[in-house]
T-cell receptor, first 116, second 115 residues
């Protein structure tokens, strides 16, 4: 089946630094990827839709300059949390839309970000 | 606007008993409906989906769900629960008529299966 990987699986950083999270589709091309944020014991909140070769579409309330998304190739999307602060600590999950099956998306394993 | 409701924060079931995790939805067009399971510190695993066709959908690990258009529900069921089914379950919906790919997730229901 289709596999989506994320790197790193966890990261701890100091406040004020930037952190990049990678999302890769390993065995298929993904023109569309999604970035979600999940707080403890809560649901996934869609942050943005990442389209290959174009600007990401951000959901209302998500700061574009804070969460930079780059979808430079058909297999890679990156999320950069700029000038991270403790309130950015969360579980970040990406997913990639299936190029074949209608409505299906494949999820990465998630990245846990802790900002000290 | 589309939305998903999972009315139960937690469901407790004894092993071997049937389980039901409830989900209702709201979309303006036709729904694409999904169930996912999440284990601690892991991403989501796909269980099953309804796109079109038979209202009863069978998925992974013995789970099934029934699409009920009149009640706008898509409850997840399993005839005999296992301790290993204990996890967090998410219902999700996408409006097929919008042409976009935005999927909305419910708040999640934590399933505890007791041995």
């Amino acid at each position: 089946g289709a596999v989506v990987s994320q790197h790193p699986s966890w990261v701890i950083c100091k406040s004020g630094t930037s952190v990049k999270i990678e999302c890769r589709s390993l065995d298929f091309q993904a023109t569309t990827m999604f970035w979600y944020r999940q707080f403890p014991k809560q649901s996934l909140m869609l942050m943005a839709t990442s389209n290959e070769g174009s600007k990401a579409t951000y959901e209302q309330g998500v700061e574009k300059d804070k969460f930079l998304i780059n979808h430079a190739s058909l297999t890679l999307s990156t999320l950069t949390v700029t000038s991270a602060h403790p309130e950015d600590s969360s579980f970040y999950i990406c997913s990639a839309r299936s190029p074949i099956v209608i409505g299906e998306q494949f999820f990465g394993p998630g990245t846990r970000l802790t900002v000290l | 606007a589309q939305s998903v409701a999972q009315p139960e924060d937690q469901v407790n079931v004894a092993e071997g008993n049937p389980l039901t995790v409830k989900c209702t939805y709201s979309v303006s067009g036709n729904p694409y409906l999904f169930w996912y399971v999440q284990y601690p510190n892991r991403g989501l695993q796909f269980l099953l989906k309804y796109i079109t066709g038979d209202n009863l959908v069978k998925g992974s690990y013995g789970f099934e769900a029934e699409f009920n258009k009149s009640q706008t529900s898509f409850h997840l069921k399993k005839p005999s629960a296992l301790v290993s089914d204990s996890a967090l379950y998410f219902c999700a919906v996408r409006d097929a008529g919008t042409g976009g790919f935005k999927t909305i997730f419910g708040a999640g229901t934590r399933l505890f299966v007791k041995a």
